[in-house]
């Protein structure tokens, strides 16, 4: 699917691309889970699925907080308070350690409590607010949204059928 250019391609992007990537989550063995064997968000790192899907929920935690801050009339420090976009890398190190207690099961649960948050965010704003309104620098609330939620759940699937593919091989 193209970048969603309203409410609605919205909604259907998050809800399709984050139904195929569950879908090759939930068969994954609960101990493969936690096996560092996939390739990492930083140069040179691996990461386990638990730390892709850590790394998803804290990234759908943080557009649920910058929509909050936004609301109250403040600006929010993107990409987080104490964070630079250029240390992306360390923001997903403290995603993997925000969330390393969860179980298999767990985990899942809590990335689907978030997307449903989102959902509900995304359905209960305008197409005003999600497509004509910039929301940070020159990127509308809608734009922002998806680069944080159906965008990198594509990119974790891809990760994830190319790791399963590797452990067949084996």
Known sequence: MAIPRDKTELLTDIRTSYKK???DL???HS????????VGHSKNTQMSAANLVAYLIGWGELVLKWNLIIKS???PNFPDDG????????LAQRFYSDYEGLGFEESLKKMEE???SILDLVENSSNEDLY???WYKNYTMGRMIQLNTSSPYKNARRRVRKWKRTKKNN
Not at 83 to 90: A, C, H, I, R, V
């Open 114 to 116: 978030v997307v449903h």
């Open 31 to 38: 101990k493969s889970f936690f096996i560092k064997e996939l």
């Open 132 to 134: 004509e309104t910039n």
């Open 21 to 23: 990537l569950k879908d």
């Open 26 to 28: 939930v068969d994954i």
């Open 83 to 90: 964070y630079k976009w250029t240390e992306l890398g360390l």
């Open 73 to 75: 009339g403040s600006q």
